[in-house]
């Protein structure tokens, strides 16, 4: 079995089961964002950091949207490129989706409980 290298982002994922190793780069591109402070010496609240993972997902679609088109109209040659930037896309989504649906199954659980 061949061994191949994706950049993803500022890392290099190694490997044939990529989709795996994209959802564990971005938890812990995450779990780093949720160490930094936000300039007062705070550290960012969930709702921070989940109004940044949008954003951040929102400008990858924006991107690979862009990307995408240009590689359509003849415009760019790079369908690597776009192709990365569509699946840097699809995962930072799948993510989002992740959390919102623990979140909503956390809630859930919590309404649940007896006093």
Same mark, same amino acid.
């Given at each position: 079995?061949?061994?191949?290298? $994706?950049?993803?982002?500022?890392?290099?994922?190694?490997?044939?089961?990529?989709?795996?190793?994209?959802? #564990?780069?971005?938890?812990? #591109?995450? !779990?780093?964002?949720?160490?930094?402070?936000?300039?007062?010496?705070?550290?960012?609240?969930?709702?921070?950091?989940?109004?940044?993972?949008? #954003?951040?997902?929102?400008?990858?679609? $924006? !991107?690979?949207?862009?990307?995408?088109?240009?590689?359509?109209?003849?415009?760019?040659?790079?369908?690597?490129?776009?192709?990365?930037?569509?699946?840097?896309?699809?995962?930072?989504?799948?993510? $989002?989706?992740? !959390?919102?649906?623990? !979140?909503?199954?956390?809630?859930?659980?919590?309404? #649940?409980?007896?006093?």
């Amino acid at each position: 079995m061949s061994q191949f290298g $994706i950049e993803f982002g500022n890392k290099s994922v190694m490997g044939g089961g990529g989709f795996e190793s994209r959802i #564990r780069e971005s938890r812990e #591109r995450l !779990v780093e964002s949720a160490g930094e402070s936000t300039g007062s010496g705070e550290t960012k609240t969930f709702g921070e950091l989940m109004k940044d993972m949008v #954003r951040e997902a929102n400008e990858s679609h $924006i !991107v690979a949207d862009l990307k995408a088109q240009d590689v359509a109209a003849g415009r760019n040659k790079d369908i690597h490129g776009a192709v990365l930037a569509v699946e840097k896309a699809d995962v930072q989504f799948r993510l $989002i989706t992740q !959390v919102r649906n623990k !979140v909503i199954d956390a809630y859930r659980e919590i309404l #649940r409980m007896q006093v």
